[in-house]
Nanobody, 119 residues
Framework: QVQLVESGGGLVQPGGSLTLSCTGSTYGPIGWFRQAPGKEREGVACISSSDRTSYYADSGMGRFTISRDNSKNTVYLQISNLTPEDTAVYYC????????????????WGQGTQVTVSS
């Protein structure tokens, strides 16, 4: 039973931008996470049911923008000025109540979308 589906990943040159989408059971707080090769999955951003946003990845400060369109059951993550360090599989996840940067707090996960930043 698929609950969340990510899309929008791909190969991007350094300095470029991407918008990732998360569709499906996007009710409640939705977080974006990423996992680079050999590293733990880390929280990037979260948006609450009331559109309150939180950003967790210090390396992405000012470059990530999370938003949601409830009419389309979609949550977006815009990433600008991409660097090779942003290369990772990006996941969206859902939970109840409040946003959290802790991945174990999330109960619904997508399969992920690969983002590769390379020239």
């Amino acid at each position: 039973q698929v609950q969340l589906v990510e899309s929008g990943g791909g190969l991007v040159q350094p300095g470029g931008s991407l918008t990732l989408s998360c569709t499906g059971s996007t009710y409640g707080p939705i977080g974006w996470f990423r996992q680079a090769p050999g590293k733990e999955r880390e929280g990037v951003a979260c948006i609450s049911s009331s559109d309150r946003t939180s950003y967790y990845a210090d390396s992405g400060m000012g470059r990530f923008t999370i938003s949601r369109d409830n009419s389309k059951n979609t949550v977006y993550l815009q990433i600008s000025n991409l660097t090779p360090e942003d290369t990772a599989v990006y996941y969206c996840a859902g939970r109840s109540y409040l946003c959290s940067r802790d991945r174990v707090a999330y109960i619904r996960w997508g399969q992920g979308t690969q983002v590769t930043v390379s020239s």
